[in-house]
């Protein structure tokens, strides 16, 4: 019984303050032995399902559905996992409307911190909401939006950020076999970033500067503002549904889109301030997080002016996210390679997972240890073997944060290793390269019928506005 | 991207099926090559398209001449004797592409059964004359008709067929068949590229054709075969006003992403838009039970008809409340009606899907928990399901609704369904009848291009415009003859003086500037 208490205790630190359980090392992270990490994993997906199939309405409601009362195996949480959808699954008229409160409402059935004395009742805007619901509650609700003018709106709570955000530092300065360094540990690093969220200004800014702002180097050519970003995605849907005179966004939004017009044109201005301030960091120890298109492109107009950058020391590019429908030649990183001397870094990972999954010296995505992958028939959804090796659309169960449902099925197909070692030496669950949207790796190429789909609109208009 | 390897060493001993060319009168099988669709379980061989590309156009426009000296009714007899031999139960070529169709088509055995039954019909004497007649005109087709205006002066008019390429989509047989058909009464010559995904219904056609009557002009102006969409080497050596005048593409920017770069004057385009279609019911209609069901039933029929592949199927059914207080639970009586009828629907209309699309798949499983926002009725074991919208706005994922997925829509008036329609609305299904009066006049400015009554989405007559155009009248080269009457004429000798140039006057542009008076 004490034994099982203090494997109960062991688990709750694991999946609670990972940082900590593991000393900040990233070595350390990745080298806990299989049997050990079944062992912890299962301890603590067995907790979070006990506890929040009571405090989230959303899990209560599945566990319903689906006579889901305990966990006793991994696998047993599977019926239990959120379609990614799930965080867009309000009628996006309630934002054409403004209606926060319905929205509130929505988003209170997907988290255990209670929304219900959120004031939205001043909310005229997407921003002014996320920020009332982080004025008013522990919420630092994300959002994305999507290539059809919907937006998802995922909550995740400021500490589990702040954790995040640490979590981030140590996996990316830190490199698999070595110890961590105390400059690793505890120096301020500059940090470059493109992808400019609210996350990296407000969260990983201050991990890896230590609260130096003059440290910081944001790429200011980028939209910011969430309303904004939509008022975009709108307009594109619009124009590619033939009605471009039918934006259905709220008056006061469209009012703004002088806005996103004077942005274009200040754009390259703004860039060429960055790169000439970013130039200069070639002595200094410098995280950079980057798409690879935008990287690809600064080093591609970099070579062709005869220009080298070299790193400081421990400098590492990171390079996440997908190419965002630009089309990125197949070399880019040997592009980019050329181009400096720094440490690449690349990386899957998504909004909805508390770590970046990175790649290592062999070549492949690692998990770490407090995420739980499964590998589902890509067609039917059904699970696969949880061994070997097996290509599935990837879906997992984070087991750290408390903000949210922990298990999520993604959009992506990957193949997962699920035990066999990592030439890298790493003890943890890997990832192949490869990795795709289900949509895309599913879809034929030549294939012709008459039935219209969002995706023929979007490409549709691309094509006719690039001549 | 499709990948094309050679393959002519392995063909002997491999399993893959092999889709013959059919080149004027010719089956083709030399010079195979594989085709593999990305992400697709069809892999194919086939002639290379880049040596049988210089055979593909036609020599030279006037050998169209042949088609033109055949009499109406021998088209016809050649057509429906084409017809009989395409009976699914005698011809090996047919029971050959449906085999084929079986594994690689989205649709289910039933409903491909069906859709082969039905082939012959399109052949029927009657029919073709009648589309023809109703599309065209028999008197355009067949010889020169004279139209008379007002001062006088008439006109000879003729529609002359022309030489097209037809980029046909892969859902079923019936849009191969249409393009022989339409290009055999309009005595055109018709290459047809054939889809990825459904290279075969046109080869087996064109295989009975070249076996039946391999020297009529009807089968030496048809040509049939694969390459893959965007080929450069094959299509710029089609796609010339010297070698082709007409490009009819269905399937949208899919198709004619490749095409627009070579349109210039003298190459038309004929594009078929991918569309959307709805439904729009009255709830002050189905206040009984027996008008609920028999919307539900029509309603059924529309969204099911081949398992909404087609563009026509009904996606979306807006219900107009007139702010009904008790809509909701109304609508969600008739989304169990709909559910029930839909399962109940004979297998050569709808089945359950062959496989359910995963996206949709994972937003109609969110929205199974947002009881505020929607009801869903049905779906549990991907046989399709109706998603009752509780707020006046379909889902925003409503262009990936497929594989029977019907969204039901309140709306309190007619004039708010309307603004949901757009430039990629097809059909719309309309119940009751007099519902029509209110979408009629006003509709089409949306976009809506085809009303028909609930539950006949499905049953194109091809006797009348579609997409909202004319395309069979595009398909021909309109060609007119001005007949004037000798008139006396006044010479510059005779006219003396009285070409005094007054800029007061319009002059004529012809010779009747010159006539005397």
Redesign the interface.
């Given at each position: 019984m004490t034994a099982e208490r203090g494997k109960a205790k062991t688990a709750e630190l694991f999946m609670t303050d990972p940082l900590n359980y593991f000393d900040r090392s990233y070595t350390k992270m990745h080298s806990l032995s299989p049997s050990d990490r079944s062992d912890l994993q299962l301890h603590a997906l067995s907790a979070r399902f006990a506890v929040q199939v009571h405090d989230i309405a959303m899990v209560g409601r599945l566990a319903d559905r689906q006579g889901i009362t305990s966990v006793e195996r991994p696998e047993d949480i599977v019926p239990m996992l959120f379609e990614h959808t799930m965080y867009k699954s309000y009628p996006m008229a309630l934002l054409e409307r403004l209606d926060f409160a319905r929205l509130t409402t929505w988003l209170g059935k997907l988290t255990p911190v209670d929304v219900g004395n959120v004031n939205v009742d001043r909310c005229g805007s997407i921003q002014q909401w996320l920020g009332s619901l982080a004025a008013d509650t522990d919420l630092d609700v994300g959002s994305s939006s999507g290539t059809t003018g919907t937006m998802s709106f995922f909550p995740w709570s400021k500490q589990e950020h702040v954790a995040k955000a640490e979590l981030a530092r140590v996996a990316r300065l830190q490199e698999f076999g070595k110890e961590p360094t105390q400059d690793q540990l505890t120096k301020p690093y500059h940090f470059v970033a493109s992808n400019v969220g609210k996350y990296s200004r407000n969260y990983f800014a201050q991990a890896y500067t230590l609260g130096h702002s003059e440290m910081m180097h944001m790429r200011a050519a980028r939209v910011q503002d969430v309303d904004l970003l939509w008022l975009a995605a709108r307009l594109r849907a619009a124009a590619a549904s033939g009605n471009a005179d039918r934006v259905s966004v709220p008056d006061s939004l469209l009012s703004r889109r002088s806005e996103l017009e004077a942005f274009g044109v200040q754009s390259a201005e703004l860039d060429a301030v960055w790169l000439q301030e970013i130039e200069s960091l070639s002595d200094v120890s410098t995280v950079w997080t980057i798409f690879p298109y935008d990287l690809y492109q600064i080093a591609s107009a970099g070579l062709s002016k005869g220009d080298f950058w070299k790193s400081g020391p421990g400098s590492v590019m990171v390079v996440t996210g997908g190419s965002k429908g630009r089309a990125l030649p197949k070399d880019w990183l040997d592009t980019v390679k050329r181009f400096t001397d720094y440490r690449v870094v690349t990386g899957y990972g998504m909004t909805e997972a508390s770590a970046v999954f990175l790649n290592c010296s062999a070549g492949r995505y690692h998990i770490p240890p407090w995420v739980i992958p499964f590998s589902l028939n890509p067609i039917t959804s059904e699970l696969q073997p949880r061994h070997g090796v097996q290509r599935g659309r990837f879906a997992f169960f984070d087991l750290m944060p408390v903000s949210h449902w922990g298990g999520l099925m993604s959009g992506d197909e990957v193949e997962i290793d699920f035990d066999g070692l990592c030439d890298c030496g790493a003890t943890s669950q890997h990832i192949a390269p490869d990795v795709v949207r289900l949509s895309e790796a599913r879809g034929g190429d030549d294939k012709i019928t008459c039935a219209a789909t969002p995706e023929a609109h979007a490409q549709a208009m691309a094509f006719l506005t690039a001549y | 991207?499709?990948n094309k390897t050679s393959a002519e060493a392995s063909v002997r001993s491999s399993a893959l099926p092999v889709v013959p060319a059919i080149i004027r009168g010719q089956i083709v099988t030399d010079n195979l090559v594989q085709f593999t669709?990305?992400?697709?379980s069809l892999t194919f061989l086939t002639p290379d398209p880049a040596v049988l590309v210089k055979d593909l156009p036609l020599a030279s426009p006037s050998h169209l001449r042949d088609l033109h000296d055949l009499e109406f009714e021998e088209i016809l007899d050649y057509l429906e004797e084409l017809g009989n031999l395409l009976d699914i139960d005698k011809s090996p070529y047919m029971q050959w592409a449906r085999e084929l169709t079986y594994s690689t088509s989205h649709l289910t055995k039933p409903l491909i059964d069906n859709a082969f039954r039905k082939v012959p019909q399109f052949f029927r004497r009657e029919r073709v004359r009648e589309m023809a007649e109703k599309t065209v005109g028999l008197k355009y087709l067949n010889g020169w008709t004279d139209i008379t205006l007002a001062n006088g002066s008439v006109v000879g008019v003729r529609a002359f067929g022309a030489r097209g390429v037809h980029?046909?989509?892969?859902?079923g047989p019936s849009p191969a068949v249409k393009s022989i058909i339409q290009s055999a009464f309009t005595r055109s010559d018709c290459i047809i590229k054939t889809?990825?995904?459904g290279p075969f219904m046109a080869a087996a056609v064109g295989q009975v054709m070249c076996e039946f009557a391999p020297e009529h002009p009807v089968t030496k102006h048809l040509a049939v075969c694969y390459w893959?969409?965007?080929d450069v080497d094959v299509e710029q050596r089609i796609y010339q006003p010297h070698k082709v005048e007409k490009i009819v593409a269905?399937?949208?920017?899919?198709?004619v992403?490749h095409v627009t770069r070579y349109i210039q004057p003298g190459l038309e385009l004929i594009s078929?838009?991918?569309?959307?279609s709805a439904s729009v019911l009255d709830l002050a209609a189905l206040s009984d039970e027996s008008s609920m069901r028999e919307a539900a039933l029509r309603l059924a029929v529309d969204m099911g008809v081949s398992n909404q592949?087609?563009?026509s199927?009904a996606r979306v059914a807006y219900v107009v409340t007139h702010k009904d207080p008790h809509a909701e639970a109304l609508m969600t009586r008739l989304a169990r009606f709909t559910y029930e009828e839909l399962i109940g629907l004979p297998s050569g209309l709808s089945t359950t899907p062959k496989?359910y699309d995963?996206?949709l798949?994972?937003?109609v499983?969110?929205?199974?928990?947002?009881e505020?926002?929607y009801t869903v009725v049905g779906g549990e074991a991907d046989e399709g399901c109706v998603i009752v919208?509780h707020?006046?706005?379909p889902?925003?994922?409503k262009?990936?609704l497929?594989d029977r997925t019907l969204n039901l829509v309140p709306a309190d008036s007619v004039a708010d369904v309307i603004?949901n329609f757009?430039?990629?609305t097809q059909t719309v299904g309309v119940f009751p009848e007099s519902l029509k009066d209110q979408l009629l006049d006003i509709a089409p400015f949306y976009?809506v291009q085809r009303f028909v009554s609930l539950g006949y989405s499905g049953e194109h007559t091809g006797c009348t415009p579609h997409d909202g155009l004319e395309m069979e009248r595009r398909m021909c080269k309109w060609v007119i003859n001005q007949k004037i009457e000798p008139v006396p004429l006044a010479y510059a000798a005779s006219r003396d003086g009285a070409a005094s140039d007054s800029t007061a006057e319009v002059v004529p542009s012809s010779l009747r500037a010159v006539h005397a008076h």
């Amino acid at each position: 019984m004490t034994a099982e208490r203090g494997k109960a205790k062991t688990a709750e630190l694991f999946m609670t303050d990972p940082l900590n359980y593991f000393d900040r090392s990233y070595t350390k992270m990745h080298s806990l032995s299989p049997s050990d990490r079944s062992d912890l994993q299962l301890h603590a997906l067995s907790a979070r399902f006990a506890v929040q199939v009571h405090d989230i309405a959303m899990v209560g409601r599945l566990a319903d559905r689906q006579g889901i009362t305990s966990v006793e195996r991994p696998e047993d949480i599977v019926p239990m996992l959120f379609e990614h959808t799930m965080y867009k699954s309000y009628p996006m008229a309630l934002l054409e409307r403004l209606d926060f409160a319905r929205l509130t409402t929505w988003l209170g059935k997907l988290t255990p911190v209670d929304v219900g004395n959120v004031n939205v009742d001043r909310c005229g805007s997407i921003q002014q909401w996320l920020g009332s619901l982080a004025a008013d509650t522990d919420l630092d609700v994300g959002s994305s939006s999507g290539t059809t003018g919907t937006m998802s709106f995922f909550p995740w709570s400021k500490q589990e950020h702040v954790a995040k955000a640490e979590l981030a530092r140590v996996a990316r300065l830190q490199e698999f076999g070595k110890e961590p360094t105390q400059d690793q540990l505890t120096k301020p690093y500059h940090f470059v970033a493109s992808n400019v969220g609210k996350y990296s200004r407000n969260y990983f800014a201050q991990a890896y500067t230590l609260g130096h702002s003059e440290m910081m180097h944001m790429r200011a050519a980028r939209v910011q503002d969430v309303d904004l970003l939509w008022l975009a995605a709108r307009l594109r849907a619009a124009a590619a549904s033939g009605n471009a005179d039918r934006v259905s966004v709220p008056d006061s939004l469209l009012s703004r889109r002088s806005e996103l017009e004077a942005f274009g044109v200040q754009s390259a201005e703004l860039d060429a301030v960055w790169l000439q301030e970013i130039e200069s960091l070639s002595d200094v120890s410098t995280v950079w997080t980057i798409f690879p298109y935008d990287l690809y492109q600064i080093a591609s107009a970099g070579l062709s002016k005869g220009d080298f950058w070299k790193s400081g020391p421990g400098s590492v590019m990171v390079v996440t996210g997908g190419s965002k429908g630009r089309a990125l030649p197949k070399d880019w990183l040997d592009t980019v390679k050329r181009f400096t001397d720094y440490r690449v870094v690349t990386g899957y990972g998504m909004t909805e997972a508390s770590a970046v999954f990175l790649n290592c010296s062999a070549g492949r995505y690692h998990i770490p240890p407090w995420v739980i992958p499964f590998s589902l028939n890509p067609i039917t959804s059904e699970l696969q073997p949880r061994h070997g090796v097996q290509r599935g659309r990837f879906a997992f169960f984070d087991l750290m944060p408390v903000s949210h449902w922990g298990g999520l099925m993604s959009g992506d197909e990957v193949e997962i290793d699920f035990d066999g070692l990592c030439d890298c030496g790493a003890t943890s669950q890997h990832i192949a390269p490869d990795v795709v949207r289900l949509s895309e790796a599913r879809g034929g190429d030549d294939k012709i019928t008459c039935a219209a789909t969002p995706e023929a609109h979007a490409q549709a208009m691309a094509f006719l506005t690039a001549y | 991207m499709g990948n094309k390897t050679s393959a002519e060493a392995s063909v002997r001993s491999s399993a893959l099926p092999v889709v013959p060319a059919i080149i004027r009168g010719q089956i083709v099988t030399d010079n195979l090559v594989q085709f593999t669709g990305r992400g697709d379980s069809l892999t194919f061989l086939t002639p290379d398209p880049a040596v049988l590309v210089k055979d593909l156009p036609l020599a030279s426009p006037s050998h169209l001449r042949d088609l033109h000296d055949l009499e109406f009714e021998e088209i016809l007899d050649y057509l429906e004797e084409l017809g009989n031999l395409l009976d699914i139960d005698k011809s090996p070529y047919m029971q050959w592409a449906r085999e084929l169709t079986y594994s690689t088509s989205h649709l289910t055995k039933p409903l491909i059964d069906n859709a082969f039954r039905k082939v012959p019909q399109f052949f029927r004497r009657e029919r073709v004359r009648e589309m023809a007649e109703k599309t065209v005109g028999l008197k355009y087709l067949n010889g020169w008709t004279d139209i008379t205006l007002a001062n006088g002066s008439v006109v000879g008019v003729r529609a002359f067929g022309a030489r097209g390429v037809h980029i046909i989509p892969g859902n079923g047989p019936s849009p191969a068949v249409k393009s022989i058909i339409q290009s055999a009464f309009t005595r055109s010559d018709c290459i047809i590229k054939t889809p990825s995904n459904g290279p075969f219904m046109a080869a087996a056609v064109g295989q009975v054709m070249c076996e039946f009557a391999p020297e009529h002009p009807v089968t030496k102006h048809l040509a049939v075969c694969y390459w893959r969409g965007g080929d450069v080497d094959v299509e710029q050596r089609i796609y010339q006003p010297h070698k082709v005048e007409k490009i009819v593409a269905y399937g949208g920017f899919a198709s004619v992403k490749h095409v627009t770069r070579y349109i210039q004057p003298g190459l038309e385009l004929i594009s078929l838009d991918p569309k959307n279609s709805a439904s729009v019911l009255d709830l002050a209609a189905l206040s009984d039970e027996s008008s609920m069901r028999e919307a539900a039933l029509r309603l059924a029929v529309d969204m099911g008809v081949s398992n909404q592949q087609p563009c026509s199927s009904a996606r979306v059914a807006y219900v107009v409340t007139h702010k009904d207080p008790h809509a909701e639970a109304l609508m969600t009586r008739l989304a169990r009606f709909t559910y029930e009828e839909l399962i109940g629907l004979p297998s050569g209309l709808s089945t359950t899907p062959k496989s359910y699309d995963g996206e949709l798949r994972s937003h109609v499983q969110s929205l199974r928990l947002q009881e505020d926002f929607y009801t869903v009725v049905g779906g549990e074991a991907d046989e399709g399901c109706v998603i009752v919208s509780h707020l006046p706005d379909p889902v925003d994922f409503k262009h990936l609704l497929a594989d029977r997925t019907l969204n039901l829509v309140p709306a309190d008036s007619v004039a708010d369904v309307i603004l949901n329609f757009d430039s990629y609305t097809q059909t719309v299904g309309v119940f009751p009848e007099s519902l029509k009066d209110q979408l009629l006049d006003i509709a089409p400015f949306y976009g809506v291009q085809r009303f028909v009554s609930l539950g006949y989405s499905g049953e194109h007559t091809g006797c009348t415009p579609h997409d909202g155009l004319e395309m069979e009248r595009r398909m021909c080269k309109w060609v007119i003859n001005q007949k004037i009457e000798p008139v006396p004429l006044a010479y510059a000798a005779s006219r003396d003086g009285a070409a005094s140039d007054s800029t007061a006057e319009v002059v004529p542009s012809s010779l009747r500037a010159v006539h005397a008076h």
